[in-house]
């Protein structure tokens, strides 16, 4: 992932530079090394070598008498080989060694909750973004009106969590006729997904126009406007702003600012994130990376969350550039990993 291999002493006192900057937030020089390191080399090896990592890309000298710090890519170098290491137990920084213990059909609940642990074990942003319920298999569905044009799906899941939606159909629908369509989903689309049920009912409404009347080209109307509709949408849980408030020698108040307002939005923001979603246990982005600039002061730690091989989500962390990897990458993995299994042992 490097695109240059550093010889092992470059590696180490790179690897040395950005831990000691990641403490202490001010540019490291050579004499700061020789000081504090065990390294069996000379002041002037160590500066030759910080220089041609500089020249490499890897450092950077803010002031001509000043030590260096880590750009972009010396970072993403120093979080490469993290992955490599074996992380310390998560009880050196007292994460609780229980799962989500709240109502666990409370879906809702156990997002809200996996979002504070965050912020609170990270001391930055967490956040969570919740499921696109359409791409979830369910085992029960039921349509409840509960205005002129607005539909509450009630949802049932393959491992048991009881999810809501409300749709603005844009049709009248009676409540009757919603009660049939129900019962037509379950009777047909048993541990399917909604997306399934869009793209079947508008493959065959030609077939079974007349069979159900008007029912069924409302019903696929409805699949089609919800379908729609969640694109537009994800739910994010945040938790935290104010941690980041409280760090302004960490990041440029502005873009903060900025920052902030997408988060109000939350549309630009979710967006982003979901584009992130795999099957990686854990991805961290640095800055440029993101390729998002009103937060290129941060990093970006996240995670997905799901049952057996469904993905249904995202969570994480947003921090600073200079936050504690090896204590933040092992935490974002380990939420994630409980809130999988407790979703899972639901069943």
């Known amino acids: 992932m490097n695109s240059v291999t550093l010889k092992d002493k470059d590696t180490q006192i790179l690897n040395f530079l950005v831990e000691s900057y990641l403490k202490i937030g001010k540019?490291?020089?050579s004499g700061y090394i020789s000081q504090k390191s065990d390294f069996t080399v000379s002041p002037a090896t160590i500066r030759n070598i910080m220089a041609k990592l500089e020249?490499?890309?890897y450092l950077y000298q803010p002031h001509t008498s000043a030590g260096r710090i880590p750009t972009d890519k010396g970072l993403r170098f120093y979080v490469n080989n993290l992955f490599e290491?074996?992380?310390?137990?998560?009880?050196?920084?007292g994460f609780p060694p229980e799962d989500f213990t709240r109502d666990k059909s409370?879906?809702?609940?156990?997002?809200v909750q996996a979002s504070k642990w965050?912020?609170?074990?990270?001391?930055?942003?967490?956040?969570?973004?919740?499921?696109?319920?359409?791409?979830?298999?369910?085992?029960?569905?039921?349509?409840?009106?509960?205005?002129?044009?607005?539909?509450?799906i009630?949802?049932?899941?393959?491992?048991?969590?009881?999810?809501?939606?409300?749709?603005?159909?844009?049709t009248y629908f009676t409540q009757l006729e919603l009660d049939r369509a129900s019962r037509y989903i379950n009777e047909n689309f048993k541990e399917k997904n909604l997306l399934f049920v869009h793209d079947y009912l508008t493959k065959e409404v030609p077939t079974y126009r007349i069979q159900f009347e008007d029912l069924f080209r409302k019903l696929?109307?409805?699949?089609?406007?919800?379908?729609?509709?969640?694109?537009?949408?994800?739910?994010?849980?945040?938790?935290?702003?104010?941690?980041?408030?409280?760090?302004?020698?960490?990041?440029?108040?502005e873009r903060l600012k900025s920052l902030f307002h997408n988060f109000d939005e939350k549309t630009r923001i979710t967006k982003l994130l979901s584009e992130f979603i795999s099957l990686d246990r854990?991805?961290?982005?640095?800055?440029?990376?993101?390729?998002f600039p009103d937060i290129s002061d941060c990093s970006l730690i996240l995670s997905h969350y799901g049952y057996d091989r469904q993905v249904l989500g995202s969570l994480g962390i947003i921090g600073p550039k200079r936050i504690p990897y090896r204590k933040i990458i092992p935490l974002v993995d380990c939420v994630a990993k409980k809130l999988s299994r407790t979703i899972s042992d639901n069943q």
């Open 220 to 253: 696929a109307e409805l699949m089609k406007v919800y379908v729609y509709q969640e694109k537009e949408e994800h739910e994010l849980f945040l938790e935290g702003t104010s941690k980041l408030l409280e760090k302004p020698d960490f990041i440029d108040m």
């Open 85 to 93: 290491e074996a992380f310390p137990p998560l009880r050196r920084i």
């Open 27 to 29: 540019p490291i020089s």
């Open 106 to 111: 409370d879906f809702h609940s156990l997002l």
């Open 55 to 57: 020249q490499q890309g």
């Open 118 to 152: 965050l912020s609170e074990y990270s001391d930055n942003l967490g956040f969570v973004i919740s499921p696109r319920i359409s791409r979830i298999n369910f085992k029960y569905l039921r349509l409840i009106k509960i205005s002129e044009k607005k539909v509450m």
């Open 154 to 170: 009630i949802l049932v899941t393959t491992f048991n969590l009881v999810l809501t939606e409300v749709v603005d159909t844009g």
């Open 282 to 291: 854990v991805k961290v982005l640095i800055g440029s990376e993101m390729n």
